[in-house]
T-cell receptor, first 117, second 115 residues
Framework: AQSVTQLGSHVSVSEGALVLLRCNYSSSVPPYLFWYVQYPNQGLQLLLKYTSAATLVKGINGFEAEFKKSETSFHLTKPSAHMSDAAEYFCAVSDRGRSGNTGKLIFGQGTTLQVKP | NAGVTQTPKFRVLKTGQSMTLLCAQDMNHEYMYWYRQDPGMGLRLIHYSVGEGTTAKGEVPDGYNVSRLKKQNFLLGLESAAPSQTSVYFC??????????????FGDGTRLSIL
């Protein structure tokens, strides 16, 4: 069975500093991995996804994530934080169970990113 | 392009009342999902559908029912609302291609309070 763990429910950085949001996964099959962002009072928006092509995935708004199979990790990074990056971030793994493809995702608990001026 | 539209955006109910949340998508997606989001618990899947006329239980289905009579619509019903069902509800949809590598597209949520 697949699962996702996001390390740190809250992360605080200064504007211009590196953003690092951690995600570790568990999967019995090659995983498909996603990062979503949720701004206040909005739904989730896709930032980027890993689907077994390049291990370094570039997304929107300057974010990227690196798939590391040996570490079962898919950490999200951004070189320089902007105030507008303040939001909640969710890592998710595709639930590729024996019952076939249902498109279901398993989400982590979320990490709230605070950006200080 | 509207994407995924949820109706209503806000609602306050009294315990025991019933209501239906509507989700509509205009992307011709085969798969649709209902989640609830509670503080510190991420998103939990309530029910989902892999096609018109089909539904299946997710992680937390108790107290909810769903129907998918048309491909573009997915309804979530609360027959007898309880305070524990106070939450933010999200609908999502996705394509069925690619064996699980398709992202889900989310609506803006319905904020439901049950007194």
């Amino acid at each position: 069975a697949q699962s996702v763990t996001q390390l740190g429910s809250h992360v605080s950085v200064s504007e211009g500093a590196l953003v690092l949001l951690r995600c570790n996964y568990s999967s019995s099959v090659p995983p498909y991995l996603f990062w979503y962002v949720q701004y206040p009072n909005q739904g989730l928006q896709l930032l980027l996804k890993y689907t077994s092509a390049a291990t370094l995935v570039k997304g929107i708004n300057g974010f990227e994530a690196e798939f590391k199979k040996s570490e079962t990790s898919f950490h999200l990074t951004k070189p320089s934080a902007h105030m507008s990056d303040a939001a909640e971030y969710f890592c998710a793994v595709s639930d590729r169970g024996r019952s076939g493809n249902t498109g279901k995702l398993i989400f982590g608990q979320g990490t709230t990113l605070q950006v200080k001026p | 392009n509207a994407g995924v539209t949820q109706t209503p955006k806000f609602r306050v109910l009294k315990t025991g009342q019933s209501m239906t949340l509507l989700c509509a998508q205009d992307m011709n997606h085969e798969y649709m999902y209902w989640y609830r989001q509670d503080p510190g618990m991420g998103l939990r899947l309530i029910h989902y559908s892999v096609g018109e006329g089909t539904t299946a239980k997710g992680e937390v289905p108790d107290g909810y029912n769903v129907s998918r009579l048309k491909k573009q619509n997915f309804l979530l019903g609360l027959e007898s609302a309880a305070p524990s069902q106070t939450s933010v509800y999200f609908c999502a949809s996705s394509y069925s291609l690619g064996r699980g590598n398709q992202p889900q597209h989310f609506g803006d949520g319905t904020r439901l309070s049950i007194l």
